[in-house]
């Protein structure tokens, strides 16, 4: 009889800690924001269970700066916070880029802006993808849509932010932080990248001196750093895009969403298909690098896939909590060649199932190329 473990019910945002921790996760900086406070909470019981370091910072500024000095250190570090605390992490996200210091850094969004309310959105998209601070930089983002990935994705962003000494964002949102669902830990324990860090300010007993930092006054200098740094971002682009289709094999429409969205689509493409209507679904799990690429494989027929074969879709409908991000990496990637539509709630109001599949019968039956007919 094989062993197998069985899956215990936790809340997201638990579920994002246990799995940064089993992926080697020793130093957590922090600050409480709803809807994300279970993070530090779990982090401050759990870590010096595991030898690590918790700190409760004095601010978001401090936070991240100090999550900047322990990478600098090679430890596996993280922060976490929610949409106002991670603008306020910008300027060290940017720093973390410019130094090329891999951390993890974890966005359980809340409607904004401004102070906006706890409740979920997916309005801080552009912050995430565009890097958000100052500066020709990017980090790549994961977008987990379960609780099971939000344990999944902790280990994932560590191992990418250590292969490409780069920062990694984790956007989840308010629903996903808070709801619980059963999650899957791993039986024995996680093995972690073993990437060398022999830039790492670990001492001089046995090396030169490293020097760790984003400042170059040389002009020259500078712009060959941001040439380098560009040619990684391109490497990420190359090897790091996820993307999931649900229900794509004989589809001519398509929704496009992720998160906690992307649950309540799958749902809309299961009730038009019993309707006799052929959608599927597009789930972008990397939202950067965006999964570009499997808008050209579906409407000029490239590459190896399971759609090979099937009807050219007629549009797309991407579905997001906010009033259009997203939709624009959608548009850009289409490049007009099908009708983009798009629908959109925010303040907290999470799509629902009949909403969303109204805009895709009135899509129907208004046929191809009229965009006017769709959303908000």
């Known amino acids: ?82 949409s106002p605390g991670i603008s306020l992490k910008q300027e060290g996200i940017s720093y ?32 995430a993808t565009r890097g958000g601070g100052h500066g020709d930089y990017r980090t790549p983002v994961l977008a987990p849509a379960s609780v099971q990935e939000m344990y999944d994705f902790a280990g994932l962003a560590f191992d990418i932010a250590d292969r490409y000494r780069n920062p990694v964002l984790i956007l989840a949102d308010g629903a996903l932080g808070q709801m619980m669902e059963p999650v899957l830990l791993d039986a024995t324990p996680r093995e972690v990248l073993n990437v060398p860090k022999p830039w790492a300010t670990t001492g001089m007993k046995d090396r030169a001196q490293n020097l760790i930092n984003s400042i170059y006054l040389d002009p020259d200098e500078l712009e060959q750093h941001n040439l380098n740094i560009q040619k990684k971002y391109r490497r990420i682009e190359q090897q790091e895009v996820r993307y999931e289709i649900i229900l794509g094999d004989d589809a001519d429409f398509f929704l496009v969403a992720y998160g906690t ?55 797309f409908l991407t579905v997001e909590m906010s009033f259009g991000q997203m939709v624009d990496d959608v548009r850009l990637s289409v490049n007009g060649r099908a009708p983009v539509y798009f629908y959109g709630r925010t303040g907290g109001i999470v799509p629902s199932p009949r909403e969303v599949l109204a805009e895709v019968e009135k899509i129907y039956a208004g046929g191809a190329g009229k965009p006017e007919k769709a959303g908000n």
């Open 96 to 127: 973390l880029a410019g130094a090329e210091l891999p951390a993890v850094i974890a966005n359980v969004v809340r409607g904004g802006p401004g102070l906006g309310g706890i409740q979920p959105a997916q309005s801080d998209y552009y912050q």
């Open 1 to 82: 009889m094989i062993n197998r473990p069985e899956p215990i019910l936790m809340k997201g945002n638990e579920a994002l800690a246990e799995g940064a921790i089993r992926a080697g996760c020793r130093f957590f900086a922090g600050y409480p924001i709803t809807p994300q406070n279970e993070i530090p909470e779990y982090m401050a019981r759990r870590m010096p269970e595991v030898g690590g370091v918790f700190v409760q910072a004095e601010s978001e500024v401090a936070a991240i700066n100090m999550v900047y000095g322990a990478a600098g250190a090679g430890v596996r570090a993280m922060t976490s916070s929610s």
């Open 261 to 315: 969205t992307a649950r309540v689509c799958k749902d809309v493409a299961l009730k038009a298909r019993a309707k006799g209507m052929r959608v599927g679904l597009i789930r972008p799990i990397t939202l950067w690098p965006f999964p570009s690429q499997v808008f050209d494989d579906l409407l000029e027929g490239k590459g190896n896939r399971q759609l090979k074969g099937s009807p050219k879709p007629f549009g």
